[in-house]
C-alpha cells in the first residue's frame, strides 16, 4: 500500500475515496491500523481520558503528546500521523510555533491538530506559512469542556451554524491542510465538505464528510463509563483486534459507517 501523504489525502477528496481515521496512543495499536490500513492515525489528547483515566483532556500536557506521538510514528510505516496540540499550547504565535515544532521533530507527527475558531486564524497562518501543516478541530471542541458546561453538539442553531461555516472557511484560508468536524449536525458538516477544498474528518457529524475518525478504544468496545453515541464497537463482530480494526476501515470506506 502506499504511503499517505496530504497530497493524496487531497487526491482522495477529490475523487470520492473515503478516509478512514482512528486514534493510537502506542506503537503495538499503531502498527495494527497502520497495518489494516488506516489512512491517518491521530495520536489524540483524548489520551488523557482512555490512557490516562482523567475525566477531560485538560491535564495533558507537551511532555505527553510528545512522549505518545514519538511511540506512534516509531511504529507507522504508511499511515499519516497528527498530534494533537494539548490545551494551552498554542496561545500565541511564538508558543504555537515552539510546540508544533516539537511535535514534529522530536515527536515525528506529520500535522498538528488544534482546536480553533477565529481567535486561532493568525496562529494556523503563522504555522501554515512556516511549513507546518495543521489540522482545525471545529464543532465541539473538548479542551474548553469548562467553559461549554459539559460536551454538547455545536452548530444546531442558525447563528451558530453561520458562524461554524465562516470559521471553517477563514482557517481553510489561513493555510489550514484540513478540517475536523466534532458533534456538528450533518448537514452542517455536508456543506463545509462541499464548500472546503481541504479534506474535511468528522467524528459525530454525519455521513457526508470526506473521512471519519473515532476514539480506538471505542472502537474496541473498553472505553470505561459514557461511550458517545455515535461511535460503533466493531469488536461485537470481529474475531480479533485486527479483524475489528479492517472492519472499521472496510465500513469507513464503503460509507457503512456512519449509517
Ligand atoms: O483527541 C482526540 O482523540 C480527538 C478525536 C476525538 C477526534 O480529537
New binding site residues.
Partial sequence: MENVTLKRLDKMKSGSVKIACL?AYDASFAALLDQAGVDVI?V????GMVVQGHSS?VSVTMEDMIYHTSCVSMAVRRSFVIS?MPFMSYTNVEQALRNATDLIQIGGAQMV?LEASARQVSVVRELSECGVPVCA?LGLR?QYVYKLGGYSMQGESDESAEELFSNAKSLEAAGADML?L?CVPGELAGRITRECSIPVIG?GAGPECDGQ?L?LHDVLGITQGITPKFARNFMTSAADIQAAIAAYVEAVKNSGFPA
Wanted: avoid cysteine; glycine fraction near 6%; hydrophobic fraction near 40%.
Fill in positions: 486514534t491521530l489524540g489528547d483524548s489520551l483532556t494533537d491538530k478541530h473538548p475536523l466534532e467524528i475518525i476514539v
